[in-house]
């Protein structure tokens, strides 16, 4: 079955951009989505269809997806960022949907 | 504006069966496809199953497939997971979340705000 990796953490200092990477076979032939998920709440998303930005989510979030990695960037990191990060697809010869692991973002 | 409400959850023992239900607002309910997903305590999302827009196709994970059943009532613009032989592992914080895209493969753009099965003796 298809499998997306990203790394367990990451740290950044404030302001200071963080970059979040999901590795899968091909990833950049499948559409990726991200999810923010704080503490107690329900994810939410904030890119999709690789670079795609909801209304309401910053311009500081960005995505893009090419080969094999995903990467949500987020650019001027404030502490309100600090939270789980995570990617998603669609795999199409399983039909099912795909997280990865989650990323743990920590602002220093 | 859009809203989700999952209900149902609970305490249940092993083997079991429990019903859970996510009555949909502010949006057409019969134009989307619907998910379900889950969140085990201290760990990551794991999707459950989807349905589409008219119910007419239905996707499950390895993990509930022929355990669990998802279907959708529009007359009620709600969403169902039915939930048989309910295992400890089955235990998390179950979503329910609107596909954004035009079928299946697009962002969950609107989620609940999540109801916690746990299956324990």
Known sequence: SYVLTQPPSVSVAPGRTARITCGGNTIGSKSVHWYQQKPGQAPVLIIYY???????????????????????????????????????VWDSSSDHVIFGGGTRLTVL | ??????????????????????????????????????????KGLEWVAVISYDGSKKYYADSVKGRFTISRDTSKNTLY????????DDTAVYYCAR??????????DYWGQGTLVTVSS
């Open chain 1, 50 to 88: 690789d670079s795609a930005r909801p209304s309401g989510i910053p311009e500081r979030f960005s995505g893009s997806n090419s080969g094999d990695t995903a990467t949500l960037t987020i650019s001027w990191v404030e502490a309100g960022d600090e939270a789980d990060y995570y990617c998603q």
């Open chain 2, 1 to 42: 504006q859009v809203q989700l409400v999952e209900s149902g959850g609970g305490v249940v023992q092993p083997g079991r069966s429990l019903r859970l239900s996510c009555p949909a607002s502010g949006f057409t309910f019969s134009s989307y496809a619907m998910h379900w997903l889950r969140q085990a305590p201290g």
């Open chain 2, 81 to 88: 997971l039915q939930m048989n032989s309910l295992r400890s």
């Open chain 2, 99 to 108: 596909d954004g895209g035009s079928g299946w493969t697009g962002g969950f």
